[in-house]
């Protein structure tokens, strides 16, 4: 299943979350005024893209197993990479793929999904530096905020996994509902070249997200990623990985090592 969304920023913008917001400009809660005055410019700048402009999702769910550190969607593989250092939480290596069922015990299922906003958005104020950096903030913002909003409804609705769910924003802000919704450049999933597996698998295009050669997408206030819904799902911090695992992962991408090591940055690969 396969489904593109269109929504006005009214919609999304309860699911904003502003302590990122604030995280962004630099503010701290000693700077309780300034906050107050950058609110009340970032929630009029809403109000004004309000009747002008509109963010997008796409989402495809699909049925899934793990084999060895690969997702196979409906054929489709999908490498990811594994800690290489002992999770401080679990004590174990962790690999997003331990949270879908293995090869041969049965099928899951993983979400794949990406939203956006108006590419307009972040051209505003190209004359003004205050006003372009608001824009660009906000409009970051609004594309986590529909990612948010996407993900309440694939758990309650589309997928149905957590139809019962009750939460708050607050509560949804603080990651309390079942699985998780890692993103392409994060810590558990940090190889930016996977939105081209990921446009692949969903169409990003149609939803009006371009790729730059090493997968940045653009506009730049997107995100994508998976979702999963296992209960044990957590975030995680892959770390440094060796030059071994590089080698493989590369292999399994079929992408040139060195091309590879480019695409992860060389400060995620220990030194011999």
């Known amino acids: 299943m396969r489904k593109v969304f269109k929504y006005a920023i ?25 906050r107050k005055n950058l609110r009340k410019d970032a929630e009029e700048m809403m109000r004004l893209f309000d009747s002008v402009c509109h963010t997008y999702a796409v989402v495809g769910l699909f049925d899934a197993y793990a084999e060895g550190d690969d ?32 090869v041969g015990t049965g099928v899951d299922k993983v979400g794949v999904f990406a939203a956006t906003v108006d590419t307009m958005m972040e051209k505003v104020g190209e004359d003004d530096p205050y006003k372009r950096l608001l824009a660009q903030t906000v409009a970051d913002r609004l594309a986590e905020a529909t990612a948010e909003m996407l993900h309440e409804d694939v758990r309650k609705r589309l997928w149905g996994y957590a139809s019962e769910e009750r939460l708050s924003i607050q509560q949804m802000h603080a990651e309390q509902f079942q699985g998780i919704r890692p993103a392409v450049g994060y810590p558990s999933l940090p190889d930016t070249s996977l ?8 169409g990003m295009g149609e939803i009006g997200i371009h790729l730059t050669e090493n997968g940045a997408m653009r506009p730049h206030a997107s995100v994508s990623g998976l979702m999963l819904s296992h209960p044990k799902a957590r975030y995680f911090n892959l770390g440094k990985i060796g030059r071994d695992q590089l080698a493989d992962y590369a292999s399994r991408r079929g992408i040139p090592l060195e091309m590879m090591g480019k695409f992860l940055a060389t400060s995620m690969v220990k030194e011999n």
């Open 10 to 34: 009214h919609q999304v913008e309860p699911y904003v979350n502003w302590l990122y917001f604030y995280h962004a400009w630099q503010m701290g809660r000693e700077s309780e005024d300034l």
């Open 71 to 102: 997702l196979v969607l409906e054929g489709f593989r999908l490498p990811l990479l594994r800690q290489q250092q002992p999770d401080s939480e679990t004590g174990e290596c962790l690999c997003l793929a331990d949270f879908v069922r293995p």
């Open 195 to 202: 939105n081209f597996l990921i446009d692949r698998l969903i």
